[in-house]
């Protein structure tokens, strides 16, 4: 069953004909391995008479239950007891040629239930990694310092090696073409000395044009 939800198959020398008239007889080849060569069907195609014969027979058959032409077949796979009682077995859809077997409800609580144990265990690992032992607090989270690690990590990854090189480059020109003496050298005629002549710096005065 589980191999079978994983196949698909398909028939790229028919499946540009695929209609209501010969979707059947698309689905019913022996290469298909959804398809049971002992159904009734097949004993109707080896006796050459109309598939309407089926309802006359008892047993395995497979049935076209609904459609949306061309791109879109559903195929029922049923066991017939009489001409109107049946047993559903299983479905097939037909998607563009491919033929898929429709998941069972069990199958899909199954997958369910096993995706849901995985996020758990993943979500249990991953909370368990956040535990740390204070010999005051005992065993507490530890989420706020390792944010805060991972912050000045991702700022410090925010450039790269070659950004911080052009960068370290760049300010040792400026540095050359604009030194930092020269930015804070007195202008000339800003220090004076005062009546006193005890060298204390007297208040800068204008340079404009009395």
């Known amino acids: 069953m589980a191999d079978l939800l994983a196949t698909n198959w398909s028939d790229s020398t028919k499946r540009h004909l ?10 019913c080849q022996k290469s298909n391995p959804f398809y049971d060569s002992t ?11 109309d598939m309407s014969y089926t309802k006359n027979m008892t047993g395995v058959e497979y049935d076209l239950l609904h459609m949306q032409d061309p791109y879109l ?3 029922r796979k049923q066991y017939r007891e009489s001409p109107s009682s049946i047993i559903p077995l299983n479905f097939y ?12 409800l069990l199958s899909i609580i199954n997958s369910r239930l096993t995706q849901c144990i995985n996020e758990v265990e993943q979500a249990y690992t991953a909370f368990s990694k956040q535990t740390v032992y204070r010999p005051l607090e005992g065993n507490v ?3 706020e310092e390792k944010l805060q690690r991972q912050t000045q990590l991702d700022a410090h990854n925010d450039s790269s090696l070659y950004q911080r090189q052009a960068v370290d480059i760049l300010l040792k020109e400026l540095v050359k073409k604009f030194p930092i003496e020269a930015m804070y050298k007195p202008r000339e005629g800003q220090l004076v000395q005062n009546g006193a002549g005890d060298g204390s710096a007297a208040p800068p005065t204008s340079s404009l044009p009395q």
């Open 18 to 27: 695929l209609n209501q008239h010969t979707i059947l007889e698309y689905f």
């Open 141 to 143: 989270w530890s989420f």
């Open 73 to 75: 077949f559903i195929i």
């Open 93 to 104: 859809s037909i998607v563009d040629g491919f033929v898929y077997q429709c998941p069972d």
């Open 39 to 49: 159904c009734n069907n097949e004993v109707c195609k080896m006796q050459r008479q």
